[in-house]
């Protein structure tokens, strides 16, 4: 995949690698996310291979550990935010 298919893509980014594509802090990402107001739509997506481990292992007290959950946004929103200051000037 070449640079420019990535960027048209819906590949999952995380929050901070958001906040270091965009120059932002990732403090204040997270905070605009958590508010609705980041501008774009965050993914969630379980990632829980802990518990699949302990789910084997037949451990009652490993087995309702809480899933983990990461926050995402896809590459293809974070092109469109990042073009559209340009957009806008571009403007008549």
């Known amino acids: 995949m070449n640079a420019e298919e990535l960027l048209n893509s819906r590949v999952l980014v995380t929050l901070g690698e958001f906040a270091q ?13 958590d508010e609705g107001t980041l ?13 699949a481990e302990t789910d084997l292992d ?11 959950r990461r926050r995402y946004i896809r590459v293809s929103d974070v092109r469109r935010m990042l073009e559209a200051p340009e957009l806008a000037a571009a403007a008549p």
């Open 39 to 51: 501008g774009m739509p965050v993914v969630f997506a379980a990632l829980d291979l802990d518990t």
């Open 21 to 33: 594509i965009t120059g932002q802090s990732p403090e204040g990402v997270r905070n605009r996310a």
């Open 58 to 68: 037949g451990t009652q007290e490993d087995a309702v550990k809480p899933k983990r």
